[in-house]
């Protein structure tokens, strides 16, 4: 999940169920873009139907961020990296990718300059300019899905 990820030019439907093997109706593909901040996205380009241009050149960079992680959980997607350096996690978008994985338990790797606005991390990892990493795990973040994060791969 990037603004530089692809969205081609067609229906915002399209744009929401690229990679689906199937496509999910309408009243699922709506409510799920909602969830995800789209509404007034959705107001605006007049529906689903409503038309994109390529690359999402009338999008803002975080309706395309939106547009990508709903079509993550559309898709059923089980890993999803998100390239932050590239948009600012506030706090919104971090609720967005923090559900998304409560919700879907897919795995997200979360690339940040700084960091910050991950709170739903379960392990946070820096690597230093040197190359040399560090990993930072809170006490209330040591088990994911019944595992010690700190000896799963």
């Known amino acids: 999940v990037s603004t530089t990820a692809p ?3 067609g229906s915002l439907r ?10 999910p109706d309408d009243e699922r593909i709506s409510t799920v873009a909602c969830e995800f901040g789209l509404a007034h ?5 007049g529906g689903l139907k409503g038309r994109l241009a390529e690359n999402g050149r009338t999008l803002s960079d975080g309706e395309i961020i939106r547009i990508h992680l709903a079509r993550a959980r559309l898709t059923g997607a089980n890993i ?6 590239l948009v600012e996690v506030d706090d919104a ?4 990718i923090g559900a998304l994985h409560k919700d879907t338990g897919a795995t997200i790797l ?3 300059l700084n960091g910050s606005g991950l709170g739903f991390a379960d392990r946070h990892l820096t690597i230093e300019s040197d190359g040399t990493t560090t990993e930072d ?9 019944g595992q010690d994060v700190r000896h799963a791969a």
């Open 7 to 9: 969205i081609l030019q």
């Open 14 to 23: 399209r744009a929401l169920c690229l990679g689906a093997p199937k496509r």
């Open 41 to 45: 996205l959705i107001d605006r380009v």
């Open 80 to 85: 999803v990296i998100v390239d932050t350096p």
């Open 93 to 96: 978008l971090q609720t967005y």
């Open 110 to 112: 979360v690339a940040s």
């Open 137 to 145: 795990l809170t006490s209330e973040k040591l088990t994911h899905r």
